[in-house]
């Protein structure tokens, strides 16, 4: 019999195989880094980055509030989530900013619809058959600029007529808690199989395999990103995918991992990095956020507006944007979910102008081909 | 589940979604007896066997050269490693490689205490063969019009199991299906029994190629001269009743077929001759007759048993081959034969507890038509254990590989990948371990570990679609209204269309056929 770990790494040289990915390489015209980090599932921006300022948010949240009273101040309005602490040293070093009550163009609440048209960069789901950060790589200067998706494929968000690469060696940690969460429930009313499943989970937490996955997990893909991105040669555009954002249940332990492996995978990127991190522009964006207000299972469900996060030397941080729309009940979008007041496209579109000095309306028409109004968030990165 | 998705998951191997669903199932089936193919393109351009008996030839020579170096350098008073496998046979495998089971897991471990000439073949040889074959089978499973007789194809090989983990057969094992089975698939069962019994791959498995009668005129002539014993290592050798013990307990009649160890014996006194030709060369090979094409069935007259048998109290006076050939004829048409096949059927699509009306009916149907498969067939889809939807069978890994690689798309297979996959499942492909083949019941597959194995696996190809595949909508096509509403609610709320994919795959629905 095999041990778990070696079935992985065998099976998932298998599975790498069953396919194999196109990896281009060519001469970079531009220093720049650009990473996009899509967190799949609808992260909740109000658990990440909390408005403790607003007199609603204590009182709404309930117990999750109290999470914040350790929390890392991100000025005097908002708070960081206490394991967020990489993302508050950045912040205190003027290295990120927060971009609160954003979202895509999506108004309705279905992960799939709403994740393709956060990748695809068009208004309505499968509309656009590729993704933005591919329609990018035709705007760099060169044209020749090599992207690499940190995955088992590529995801669509960077797929589309320019060749990419992605890379995910069998070493690659497993991040499926959350499958395997998702595979107990649907096995609950089958005798055979939930039997079966109990002891295989048994099996694996005695393994420890369960423990501190998310913040190992994102360490090792953050220094395997930044391995990706380093040097003359590397690559200059990359997406990192993250899953397990989807809190129906048991919200506060489940995010509180989630947010933990979020920080060490910027913790990892920024040291593995070194040198060009100054050149760096990470952007943190989920498909829609989440509801205002806990449900009845200690989570929340599918919401509108959630947080954009921008990391990076070359990012003009230390701040919190945010025309913030308010947590009582009559501001609340639908009377329940946290309201866009920023486009999160038009925010897309103005960091990756700005960092690659493009011109914002030739920029915006390419990524975000139906923009509404493309006005310009201007000074979000230095130059 | 409905009508449509038994066709499409008990019956056959797994819907794809780009194949149109049949307006009626029933007949679905029944229409691909037409469409199948014997020798569909993957598998006519694999290795043949030609090719892969005239390797297996090369390589008996090789040893034969070694092992004649090692004697010359005994002689002289110097150490040598051990003899090389198969070198000094008369026919072809010597005992030094039977019990071997150099095998692909852990392969150099189990390939260590094995000669350079052997270990090479393994690695350079057999073991590219077995990937070719491999591919070739799973490149069928995932395009072929007819994947309920393929299904058959599959059924058919496990009963005839070899196991390609013996140095003779890691090539030439997955040969047996694409020769013995798949002509047959379609038709007598009694020429099956045939094809598979003559076949190279089982004969060297079940070491029947080596079988030597005491009082043939080979051994006599072994008794009488030591130069040829020592040439052709008579004396060694003797009666194998492996295969005949085999065809009695596990091809025919079944275990609990009434027959004692005298039929054993006698049948396999009836089958020394049966043997396969031009694997060695040599005088010995040439006085008994074993030479020619590489591969290919032979009777050696001179190793055959003289007199006549009784094989279940039966007499069989026949001179030569057409001996074992009338009791394979007898087995072939006993009721207990039947009986065994017809349970088998049934376990595979009536539950792994056989109806006993189901077994009756296919029983029946086969002692009617005188084994004549596509009528037992029709009796399996006429059958409405078959189509009950409480009996539902767990799938195997190679029944959920197929189906899964078919649900996302898949119509080609690199065979490392595909290997490696079965390989850690649980049910690495003609390598069941043993001629019982592998079991068919629930017990043995939806352990623990195999759940976790394929959730592993799901994730994985899953994530190999790139989001591009909407479990929403491929769920229906796969499970036409049979999935239940906990299976759609949990695909519907995936945080991403590749966990919802992996859900999918690992559904319960999905999990059994």
Redesign the interface.
């Known amino acids: 019999m095999y041990d778990r770990r070696t079935f992985l790494a065998q099976s998932a040289a298998a599975a790498a195989l069953l396919v194999a990915p196109g990896v281009s390489v060519a001469q970079a015209a531009t220093d720049r880094r650009f990473v996009f980090i899509i967190q799949r599932g609808a992260a909740d921006g109000l658990g990440t980055l909390a408005p403790t300022g607003d007199p609603g948010f204590a009182p709404l949240r309930g117990a999750f509030a109290q999470d914040f009273a350790n929390g890392i101040r991100a000025g005097d309005f908002f708070t960081l989530h206490p394991n967020l602490a990489e993302a508050g040293r950045l912040f205190a070093a003027r290295e990120a900013l927060f971009v609160h009550a954003v979202a895509s163009p999506y108004r309705d609440r279905s992960h799939f619809d709403g994740q393709n048209i956060l990748e695809t960069g068009g208004r309505a789901a499968y509309a656009l058959r590729d993704g933005w950060m591919n329609r990018l790589l035709g705007l760099l200067p060169g044209g020749q600029s090599r992207a690499i998706a940190v995955s088992a494929t590529v995801p669509m968000v960077l797929r589309g007529a320019r060749e990419v690469g992605s890379y995910a060696p069998s070493a690659l940690p497993d991040a499926s808690d959350d499958l395997l969460a998702r595979v107990g429930n649907l096995y609950e009313s089958d005798p055979q199989l939930h039997a079966a499943w109990q002891q295989a989970m048994q099996t694996r937490s005695m393994a420890g395999d369960i423990a501190d996955a998310g913040g190992r997990n994102g360490a090792a893909t953050g220094q395997l990103a930044a391995r990706l991105l380093s040097g003359a040669g590397g690559a200059r555009v990359a997406v990192i995918e993250t899953g397990g954002w989807d809190t129906h249940a048991g919200q506060r332990a489940r995010l509180g991992q989630q947010l933990r492996g979020l920080d060490a995978m910027l913790g990892a990127l920024r040291t593995g990095l070194g040198a060009d991190w100054a050149n760096t522009l990470v952007v943190v964006a989920t498909e829609f956020g989440r509801t205002a207000a806990p449900n009845g299972t200690g989570g929340t469900d599918h919401g509108t507006a959630s947080l954009a996060m921008l990391f990076g030397g070359a990012v003009a941080g230390g701040r919190v944007i945010a025309d913030w729309p308010g947590l009582a009940q009559a501001s609340l979008h639908e009377g329940r979910d946290l309201r866009p007041t920023l486009d999160l496209d038009t925010l897309i579109a103005s960091a990756v102008a700005q960092h690659y000095r493009l011109d914002m309306a030739r920029a915006a028409r390419a990524l975000f081909p139906n923009i509404a109004a493309a006005r310009a968030v201007e000074g979000l990165v230095r130059t | 589940m409905s009508v449509l998705s038994l066709a499409f998951n008990r019956f056959g191997l797994g819907a794809r979604a780009d194949e149109a669903a049949p307006d009626d199932a029933r007949r679905w089936l029944l229409q691909q007896f037409d469409r199948f193919e014997a020798r569909p393109a993957p598998i006519a351009a694999a290795p043949q066997r030609r090719e892969i008996a005239g390797q297996l030839a090369a390589y008996f020579d090789e040893a034969r050269t070694e092992n004649r170096a090692r004697r010359r350098a005994r002689r002289r008073g110097e150490t040598q490693p051990q003899p090389t496998a198969g070198a000094d046979d008369m026919t072809m495998t010597g005992p030094a490689m039977r019990g071997q089971r150099p095998g692909m897991d852990g392969e150099n471990d189990q390939l260590a205490g094995l000669p350079n000439s052997a270990r090479r073949f393994i690695r350079q040889t057999s073991r590219r063969n077995y990937l070719a074959l491999v591919r070739a089978r799973t490149n069928v499973a995932l395009t072929t019009p007819a994947p309920f007789v393929e299904r058959m194809v599959h059924f058919w090989a496990n009963h005839f199991a070899i196991s390609a983990d013996r140095l003779v057969t890691i090539g030439i094992g997955g040969l047996l299906e694409f020769e013995a089975i798949r002509p047959h698939v379609l038709g007598r069962f009694e020429d099956m029994l045939f094809a598979v019994e003559r076949h190279p791959a089982m004969l060297l498995y079940l070491d029947q190629a080596q079988s030597i009668g005491p009082n043939s005129e080979a051994a006599q002539l072994g008794q009488r001269f030591a130069r040829f014993r020592q040439q052709a290592q008579v004396q060694r050798r003797g009666i194998n009743e492996n295969l005949a013990r085999e065809i009695l307990e596990l091809h025919t009649l079944g275990v609990d077929g009434g027959y004692t160890q005298a039929d054993v014996t006698e049948f396999a006194k009836a089958m020394t001759g049966w043997t396969v030709a031009g694997l060695t060369r040599g005088p010995a090979q040439r006085f008994i007759g074993v030479e020619g094409n590489p591969g290919d069935f032979v009777f050696a007259g001179r190793i055959h048993e003289p007199g006549a048998r009784t094989v279940l109290g039966r007499a069989y006076r026949q001179d030569g081959e057409a001996q074992a050939s009338a009791v394979l004829r007898d087995l072939a048409a006993d009721p207990r034969t039947a009986r065994h096949l017809a349970t088998k059927l049934a376990r595979h699509f009536g539950g792994d507890e056989p109806p006993p009306a189901m077994v009756r009916r296919l029983e029946q149907a086969w002692l009617g038509s005188g084994g004549d498969l596509p009528t037992v067939y029709r009796a399996l889809i006429g059958s409405p254990e078959a189509w009950a939807t409480t009996s539902a069978k767990?799938r195997t890994p190679w029944d959920w590989s197929i189906a899964t690689l078919r649900a996302v798309g898949?119509r080609q297979?690199?065979a490392?990948?595909a290997v490696?996959?079965l390989n850690?499942l649980g049910q690495p492909v003609w390598r069941p371990g043993s001629p019982a083949g592998f079991d068919d019941i629930?017990a043995s597959w939806?352990?623990?570990?195999a759940?976790?194995?394929r959730?592993?696996?799901a994730?994985?190809?899953a994530?190999?679609?790139?989001?591009?595949i909407?479990a929403?909508t491929l769920g229906p096509r796969l499970l036409p209204d049979a999935l239940t509403p906990?299976?759609r609610q949990?695909i519907?709320?995936?945080?991403?269309?590749g966990?919802?994919l992996?859900?999918l795959l690992?559904?319960?629905e999905f999990?059994r056929r």
């Open positions: 767990f898949t297979v690199e490392q990948p490696g996959l850690q629930a939806a352990g623990p570990d759940l976790m194995r959730v592993e696996a994730e994985r190809i994530a190999r679609t790139g989001g591009l909407d929403r906990a299976t949990a519907a709320r995936a945080e991403s269309p966990q919802g992996a859900l690992v559904a319960p999990l």
